[in-house]
């Protein structure tokens, strides 16, 4: 039976590309030798960073206009503490959107002086706030653009005398808009682009080398990008893979052609969500993610039929975060119209019957 995998990260990845990332392991590109095996300073592998880095850039259009590209490590939990740790000297802005929003901001004042500039704490991350003030002088403004656990998402962003820095690690590459809006833009690998492992890191470079403190080689962005993304060994797989998603990403018509598809599939799921007696949306409806789609059930004695239903539809990873409860769709790139199309069926059957 085919499963249909709406699991929040570890992300559904491509057929197609985890069929090319199989073979690599066994024999890369005919070398006799697996990808897992081989230097990552040969010339086979140095290859595979330069295209992933110049795939993003260009998928996000971004090339040549100041933007590096880097795959670094420890997730981005790591990258909470590298901004800081680069960008803020005095004090930074943070909207508070979520769980993630909260850990970058525990990380950020171990640095400086933190300023929420608004904050949806109050009703447990369920919107986004609107119609905050940003104070001038800040060194940066981080926002999160997808909300994986409430299932919330900015349609909008805020205009500053700063730099803005925004984590996208659950919409990177699922929706067009400018990005040269954003002076850098981080996202953990497993929640849309590839296995666990990696975090894109793009970085506009004349914000960097700002702040009077001294910086840890290993946390220092300008010492990555002076070492091309290899002053360290690499996560020589999750990068393979990101690059391989990032190519079937192009392929398949880029950011406008997979935003297409995106809309289409959590218009069909939200309608369901909407329209069911028996479901009930957790997001405001003007805030809800395109990506991760958060709900619940009204009758909990309905729940042990509709969680076997799911289990008979072969549909995996629907479980709610335990801060949230209920069910989470995650509608990652990879993840077709079709296996949207047998969720909906199946709520559309629990309907009837309850």
């Not at 499963?3 to 024999?27: R, T, Y």
């Not at 998928?59 to 420890?74: D, M």
């Not at 704490?121 to 926002?143: C, Q, R, T, V």
């Not at 409430?150 to 990177?172: E, H, N, R, W, Y």
Request: proline share 3%.
């Amino acid at each position: 039976m085919k499963k249909h995998n709406f699991s929040a990260g570890p992300c559904i990845l491509p057929q197609e590309v985890l069929k090319k990332a199989s073979e690599s392991v066994v024999d890369f590109n005919g070398l006799g030798l697996s990808l897992v095996e081989i230097s990552h300073r040969s010339k086979e592998f140095v290859e595979v960073m330069e295209t992933a880095r110049a795939l993003a850039l260009e998928l996000l259009g971004l090339e040549g206009k100041g933007y590096k590209a880097l795959f670094l490590q420890g997730g981005a939990s790591m990258e909470f503490l590298m901004i800081a740790y680069n960008l803020l000297e005095t004090k930074a802005g943070y909207l508070n959107t979520g769980t993630w929003s909260d850990k970058s901001i525990k990380e950020a004042k171990l640095f400086g002086e933190v300023i929420e500039v608004g904050s949806s704490k109050d009703e447990n991350f369920k919107y986004i706030p609107k119609g905050y003030a940003i104070p001038s002088g800040l060194d940066y403004l981080h926002l999160t653009s997808n909300n994986t656990i409430f299932g919330t998402q900015m349609k909008k962003f805020p205009t500053a005398d700063a730099p803005l820095v925004c984590d996208m690690s659950s919409d990177i590459f699922s929706r067009q808009m400018d990005f040269t809006q954003f002076d850098l833009i981080y996202a953990g690998a497993q929640k849309n682009m590839g296995p666990a492992g990696t975090t894109l890191v793009v970085v506009k470079e004349d914000i960097l080398g700002k702040v009077s403190r001294q910086i840890p080689s290993m946390l220092d962005y300008k010492v990555h990008i002076g070492k091309d993304s290899m002053f360290n060994t690499p996560a020589v797989f999750p990068v393979y893979v990101s690059m391989l998603t990032m190519q079937w990403l192009k392929d398949m018509g880029g950011i406008a052609a997979m935003e297409e598809i995106n809309e289409k599939k959590s218009r069909l799921l939200y309608s369901e969500i909407d329209l069911s007696p028996v479901f009930q949306g957790y997001a405001n409806k003007e805030d809800r993610s395109h990506m991760n789609a958060t709900f619940n059930i009204t009758d909990e004695k309905l729940k042990e039929e509709f969680d076997s239903m799911l289990k008979e539809a072969g549909i995996n990873g629907l479980n709610g975060h335990r801060s949230v409860g209920g069910y989470r769709a995650s509608m990652y790139n990879a993840l077709s119209l079709e296996s949207v199309g047998v969720l909906v069926d199946v709520m559309s059957e629990m309907e009837r019957k309850g």
